[in-house]
């Protein structure tokens, strides 16, 4: 009995001596801090974030690839039909001046 | 066309197809994630661009140099390249810049130098179209501008502040990011090549029609 009082009385010595202290609260946070996600303390709503922040960057990539590839595209097949009309235009007018 | 040239024109249109597939595999980067790799088609739009400015300063500088027809067809078609491929990069930029900066646009050295170059390359295909007889030579002229331009854009993100990405980043790619982007370079500069070999044939076939043209005016 006098054995469990007096171990008893150590412990709680010793806890009370953490607490003053501050070191085991000062751990047992850490250790917290490192185990889990912050702890969210406010609700932002998503327009009131940094733009760069709101934005899905999905669309902007594909915007970008699919721009690249319609111009490069078109320019092709603009420059194809010129190359096509014109040669089209000197095979007959060299017909021409040989038939004649 | 050359033999070359279709097969060429095959390799080329693979080279676009497998190049989503490769820029696929390509790490993000840490602080901006997906849309960083915009990068892979806006860097080799941008040396294309600066490549072709180059190529019509010097073919312009040969032209007026030595007055062959020749330099001028690819002077003429080295500056429509130019203004393709810098519609590409200053389009594709501003969609990156939205989302890792949080802004369309910002007038930093780089991007209001690359504008001007690529107006430059615009006032030389309007001074062409609308300039009258002899514009051709006043073109050159500007071509070389836009040719002297092209060192500034490429050193100004070293000596101006700004948030445009250092010379430094590329010769520091890992291979990871560095084989994507080499293998879209040297897709866009195939094509860069292919489409200019197409161009200065419409113009070598459009000079062989104006010259049937006069020679039947003549003989009328």
Known sequence: MMRTLIRGFAVALVLAGFLFNGTVPDSIATLLAQGQPKQQEVFTPIDQLPPQEQLPAAPLLVGAYAFVLLMLFGYLFIVSRRLTVIQQEVDRLDRDTKRT | ?220
């Open chain 2, 1 to 220: 066309m050359p033999k070359w040239f279709s097969p060429a024109v095959l390799v080329c249109g693979a080279m676009f197809a497998l190049s989503p597939l490769v820029i696929a595999n390509a790490p993000y980067e840490s602080t901006m994630g997906l849309v960083q790799k915009v990068f892979y088609y806006h860097m080799p739009s941008a040396w294309v661009f600066l490549t072709a400015s180059v190529v019509c300063g010097i073919a312009s500088a040969r032209f007026l140099a030595t007055g062959n027809a020749r330099h001028d067809r690819t002077a003429l078609a080295a500056a429509e390249m130019a203004v393709l491929f810098g519609l590409l990069t200053l389009v594709t930029g501003p969609l990156w810049a939205r989302k890792a900066w949080g802004q369309w646009w910002i007038w930093d050295a780089r991007i209001t130098s690359s504008l001007v170059g690529w107006m430059i390359a615009w006032a030389y295909l309007i001074l062409r179209q609308y300039g009258g007889p002899g514009s051709e030579k006043l073109a050159a002229g500007l071509a070389l501008f836009g040719m002297a331009n092209v060192p500034f854009i490429y050193v100004s993100v070293n000596y101006w502040r700004t948030i445009h990405p250092a010379t430094t980043v590329v010769p520091k790619l890992p291979f990871s990011m560095g084989f994507p982007l080499m293998f879209c370079l040297a897709s866009f500069y195939l094509l860069m090549f292919l489409l200019m070999k197409l161009r200065v044939r419409v113009a070598e076939q459009q000079a062989r029609l104006d010259a049937i043209y006069l020679s039947l005016d003549e003989e009328a």
